[in-house]
């Protein structure tokens, strides 16, 4: 059998519909539907309990809270995981913070990797601090049902596709779980991706080649650290913040971002990447910038980078935090952004 472990989990919300779409039953078909793509060197697991809970929102969200900080700290002690995958974001996470001890992490042998987005910005953040942790900011699979019927109704010219983009998802689901699947497989043998980030200058300069080390992701779930024990692995001190969101009106943004500025993040960080910011078909990101303008120290001049693929968006492209991140300008005045991270797992 093999050593190496890529452990599924859902910490936030539940996973059954997207079981459903994709064609298997629960968790255990998820699994074994992983374990094909990972291949004979890897081998798939995750808590059955975990992954096929259901939600209440009347009564809290989740009613396994206890269950869900058990079965993220088995994983983060376990040598034998390499990767730990987050299915889906949604909520009901943060609160289960204190019941977690991210400490084990120092006494790991093996390195790890943590992916996830959304609500699982406390979790990513935090672990990424720690030696041989890494963390990507990337969308679970889950998030590709949301992501792909979004992107057919507002991006594709196709007739068919913004008539129907339920059925034009459905139709490609498992094609493009599987492409995600393999990609994140890739970056944990060779640490490079396929899906790279390339952003647009919107304020301030930017040399051609500078590097970036990001923190942050969802910025209202980022900032429930803010005057927490857990404040400093967002500090911004000499970082990059990347935020983005989802169904989060103006008012609330505008609000979101003066705490940053009460917390002195503008004077401090070297940069922000802002990712994609909607609200019930609502395009935020440009009303984000002109917010920001309020916010940003005038004199300061820092840059200010707009990407398209960063955040609630398919196809998303993950971006490394706590760990550094190469920012090239071409001709164009595109900025690409070029990372590769440690191999956790060697292919044999």
């Known amino acids: 059998m093999p050593s190496d472990i890529v452990y599924l989990t859902a910490l936030a919300g539940t996973c059954g519909p997207f079981f459903k779409l994709l064609g298997v039953r629960n968790s255990e078909g998820f699994i074994r539907f992983v374990q094909q793509i990972a291949g004979p060197k890897l081998r798939?697991?995750?808590?059955?309990?975990?992954?096929?809970?259901?939600?209440?929102?009347?009564?809290?969200?989740?009613?396994?809270?206890?269950?869900?900080?058990?079965?993220?700290?088995?994983?983060?002690?376990?040598?034998?995981?390499?990767?730990?995958?987050a299915v889906r974001g949604g909520s009901w996470f943060t609160r289960i913070l204190p019941r977690i001890d991210f400490s084990v992490l120092k006494r790991r042998k093996r390195p790890l990797l943590l992916v996830g987005f959304s609500e699982m910005t406390t979790l990513l953040n935090i672990a990424a601090t720690s030696r041989n942790t890494y963390s990507l900011y990337d969308c679970g699979p889950a998030f590709l049902v949301y992501g792909m019927v979004r992107h057919a109704s507002t991006v594709l010219q196709s007739r068919s596709a913004r008539a129907n983009p339920r059925k034009w998802m459905r139709a490609r689901l498992r094609e493009k779980v599987q492409d995600y699947l393999e990609d994140v497989l890739d970056i944990l043998h060779v640490g490079t991706t396929r899906r790279r980030a390339v952003a647009k200058l919107v304020r301030g300069k930017l040399p051609a080649a500078?590097?970036?080390?990001?923190?942050?992701?969802?910025?209202?779930?980022?900032?429930?650290?803010?005057?927490?024990?857990?404040?400093?692995?967002?500090?911004?001190?000499?970082?990059?913040?990347?935020?983005?969101?989802?169904?989060?009106?103006?008012?609330?943004?505008?609000?979101?971002?003066?705490?940053l500025t009460l917390a002195d993040y503008w004077s401090r960080c070297k940069g922000v990447l802002l990712g994609d910011f909607h609200a019930e078909g609502r395009m935020l990101t440009r009303t984000v910038v002109r917010i920001l303008d309020h916010h940003l120290p005038a004199r300061r001049g820092l840059p200010v980078l707009v990407c398209k693929s960063v955040g609630h968006v398919w196809p998303c492209a993950p971006i490394p935090l706590h760990q550094p991140v190469k920012l090239r300008r071409d001709a164009m005045g595109r900025v690409h952004l070029n990372w590769s991270l440690p191999p956790v797992c060697a292919r044999t």
Not at 47 to 71: C, F, P, T, W
Not at 213 to 234: A, C, D, E, N, R
């Open 44 to 85: 798939v697991a995750g808590d059955h309990r975990v992954l096929d809970a259901k939600e209440y929102e009347a009564r809290g969200g989740r009613l396994d809270d206890a269950l869900r900080a058990a079965d993220v700290q088995r994983a983060l002690v376990d040598d034998r995981i390499v990767c730990i995958l």
């Open 210 to 259: 500078s590097s970036a080390t990001f923190v942050g992701g969802t910025l209202s779930v980022m900032f429930t650290l803010l005057g927490t024990p857990y404040q400093s692995h967002i500090a911004p001190q000499g970082r990059w913040l990347v935020l983005e969101d989802i169904n989060e009106q103006p008012t609330r943004l505008d609000r979101l971002l003066a705490q």
